[in-house]
């Protein structure tokens, strides 16, 4: 984390998001509207996501929502916990070489079920992959809010430190980001 300088497009769509998520917020209401014409347009077009959102498959989380992003703004990346293994890392480098896209958030959320379970011993709840990845993030923390956040710095340290990125952020400049989602609020907040 920050071992790399934003590169101007990371830094915009970093903007984006931020302002987005202040507008979600301001609004209480998502802004996304999908209608026939935007789906048309988008099908014809060529797709140009401006991040990657890693994030939890929580049915709560809806990130087009949260950031205001209309059709076809955010490469979407989904797993409980929003934990990282070669099929998420894999599907980075694709939209990063396919799309262009130079920012990666990993989008942790209050109130994680895949956390909870963890934090509180009941893990075998989860399938031993998931809890295995969130326990080599978070230790004995038994905070939950802490936990979430040791989890997506963990997950971006992953992600940052795969080789595959490791070597687009020298050709491109992928920058990756920590974030975490508050259910309660609509909030995100930045790492
Ligand atoms: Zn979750």
Redesign the pocket.
């Known amino acids: 984390m920050g071992k790399v300088e934003y590169n101007c497009q990371a830094r915009e769509a970093l903007k984006k998001l931020i302002e987005g998520n202040k507008k979600y917020v301001e609004s209480s209401k998502a802004s996304i509207d999908i209608d026939k014409e935007a789906l048309l347009k988008n099908y014809k077009d060529r797709q140009a996501p401006y991040a990657i959102i890693v994030t939890?498959?929580?049915s709560r989380?809806i990130p087009e929502a949260i950031f205001s992003a209309e059709l076809g703004d955010l490469f979407v990346i989904r797993v409980?916990?929003n934990v990282i293994d070669s099929h998420q890392l894999e599907s980075i480098v694709y939209a990063e070489e396919h799309f262009g896209t130079g920012l990666v958030v990993v989008l942790g959320?209050t109130h994680?079920?895949?956390?909870d379970a963890v934090v509180s011993g009941h893990s075998h709840e989860y399938t031993e992959y998931i809890a295995t990845d969130i326990k080599k993030a978070i230790g004995s923390e038994k905070d939950e809010y802490k936990a979430c956040i040791m989890n997506v710095m963990h997950c971006c340290d992953v992600v940052e430190s795969s080789l595959m990125i490791q070597q687009d952020e020298r050709e491109s400049g992928l920058n990756v980001v920590g974030a975490v989602y508050d259910l309660e609020t609509g909030e995100v907040e930045f790492i």
């Open positions: 939890c498959s929580d989380v409980d916990g959320h994680c079920s895949a956390i």
